[in-house]
């Protein structure tokens, strides 16, 4: 069974001081691992598609990163307006349309 | 924004009634998604469709139906709302990256009492 498990489940950390959050996931051969932001009461948002070892996606303050086993999310110099709760989720090869959600990273970062 | 719109954005309902929601989408997506979420559980899917009249159950399908007569319109239907269908519920789009992305509206927020 494809799974996805993100760590920590919460995160504070002090404006300007960097951290990464991970996902680690089980899948019957990767066809993609995708990271979303999700402010509370709206919908997720997407930010990057990984399907490679070793491929790097970046944006603004944001790096995403993929292993075989473990995707990071790095975070530099973070500002309070990147709280939100972070989603990792996998697909799977052969047609599946399911996209398997881990639970999510609370970010909180303060002034 | 995937010009995606949900209504209603909040609704309570009773045990046993009937609910429907919608999802309207703008821009001629052909793939388009029904997911829920849940405290305690990453995004679920529910159903999913491919097409006009074309649907397919995800893995958590037990309780809802849903149809497409229209490419803009994906409708979720509970037959007999359960206080276990209390959730918050995603319409989504498929994007057109490859692999894939999906995108995501605002949501709907399901109160059965």
């Known amino acids: 069974e494809d799974q996805v498990t993100q760590s920590p489940e919460a995160l504070r950390l002090q404006e300007g001081e960097s951290s990464s959050l991970n996902c680690s996931y089980t899948?019957?051969?990767?066809?993609?691992l995708f990271w979303y932001r999700q402010d509370p009461g709206k919908g997720p948002e997407f930010l990057f598609t990984l399907y490679s070892a070793g491929e790097e996606k970046e944006k603004e303050r944001l790096k995403a990163t993929l292993t075989k086993k473990e995707s990071f999310l790095h975070i530099t110099a973070p500002k309070p307006e990147d709280s939100a709760t972070y989603l990792c989720?996998?697909?799977?090869?052969?047609?599946?349309?399911?996209?398997?959600f881990g639970k999510g990273t609370k970010l909180t970062v303060n002034p | 924004d995937a010009g995606i719109t949900q209504s209603p954005r909040h609704k309570v309902t009773e045990t046993g009634t009937p609910v429907t929601l919608r999802c309207h989408q703008t821009?001629?997506?052909?793939?388009m998604y029904w997911y829920r979420q849940d405290p305690g559980h990453g995004l679920r899917l529910i159903h999913y469709s491919y097409g006009v009249k074309d649907t397919d159950k995800g893995e958590v399908s037990d309780g809802y139906s849903v149809s497409r007569s229209k490419t803009e319109d994906f409708l979720l239907t509970l037959e007999s709302a359960t206080s276990s269908q209390t959730s918050v519920y995603f319409c989504?789009?498929?994007?057109?990256?490859?692999?894939?992305?999906?995108?995501f509206g605002p949501g709907t927020r399901l109160t059965v009492t």
């Open positions: 899948v019957s051969g990767l066809r993609g």
């Open positions: 989720a996998v697909q799977a090869r052969g047609g599946s349309e399911k996209l398997v």
């Open positions: 989504a789009i498929r994007g057109t990256g490859s692999p894939y992305e999906q995108y």
């Open positions: 821009e001629n997506h052909r793939y």
